[in-house]
């Protein structure tokens, strides 16, 4: 089964404004990766937050995790249009040489300019 | 930031034939991992490519339909065998310098069409 889900699906936006996603998970993780994904092409990594950091922040991306809740959210602020692209949540599990990713279905963003 | 190519980027095949895709990282690189994104769909790990032994896949994927190879730290193989048009999909090659708390990446994907 999938171990993260994101939410919304789908967010439409103006370009300057804000864009939050959320993903959730089941189980313990050793780590939680957000990726972004342009029209079906490969995977560019935005950034990792492990299970002992509660905030990290990359240029225009902010991304929370709370362990607690089982929840990492993450935040693009001034969006442009260029930002439009799906967004994918994958959380590591911890324990050995368990390296596994199980991806979220993903948000698909769009930044209307 | 490992840098990933893969071959061919996008292909059309008919039923029933074979496709292999390769995948080049440019550094030497503990973890190299195969996965299938369906239209419109997340992605799914299919196996994990292990140099100089066999693959370890996942629940629902064989070796008789995806065979791997792995000669070496910086190169991968994954053939799609005896396609059917379920199995249009991006595949997309993925590697990781080990170690639990590092970044996994990926490459730019093969978009297959099976007709």
């Known amino acids: 089964s999938q171990q993260g889900e994101e939410d919304p699906q789908a967010l439409s936006i103006q370009e300057g404004e804000n864009a939050t996603m959320n993903c959730s998970y089941k189980t313990s993780i050793n780590n939680l990766q957000w990726y972004r994904q342009n029209s079906g092409r490969g995977l560019v990594h935005l950034i990792l937050i492990r299970s002992n950091e509660r905030e990290k922040h990359s240029g225009r991306l902010r991304v929370t995790l709370d362990t607690s809740k089982k929840s990492s959210s993450l935040l693009i602020t001034a969006s442009r249009a260029a930002d439009t692209a799906s967004y994918f949540c994958?959380?590591?599990?911890?324990?050995?040489?368990?390296?596994?990713?199980?991806f979220g279905k993903g948000t698909l963003l769009t930044v209307n300019p | 930031s490992a840098v990933i190519s893969q071959k061919p980027s996008r292909d059309i095949c008919q039923r029933g034939t074979s496709l292999t895709i390769q995948c080049q990282v440019d550094?030497?690189?503990?973890?190299m991992f195969w996965y299938r994104q369906q239209p419109g769909q997340s992605l799914t790990l299919i196996a994990t490519?292990?140099?100089?032994?066999?693959?370890?896949?996942e629940s629902g994927f064989v070796i008789d339909k995806f065979p791997i190879s792995r000669p070496n730290l910086t190169f991968s193989t994954l053939t799609v065998s005896n396609m059917s048009p379920e199995d249009s999909s991006i595949y997309l090659c993925?590697?990781?310098?080990?170690?639990?708390?590092?970044?996994?990446?990926f490459g730019p994907g093969t978009r297959l069409t099976v007709l």
């Open positions: 550094s030497q690189v503990t973890m």
């Open positions: 994958a959380t590591r599990r911890g324990g050995g040489s368990n390296y596994k990713l199980t």
């Open positions: 490519a292990n140099q100089g032994s066999e693959a370890t896949y």
């Open positions: 993925s590697v990781s310098t080990g170690g639990s708390y590092n970044e996994q990446f």
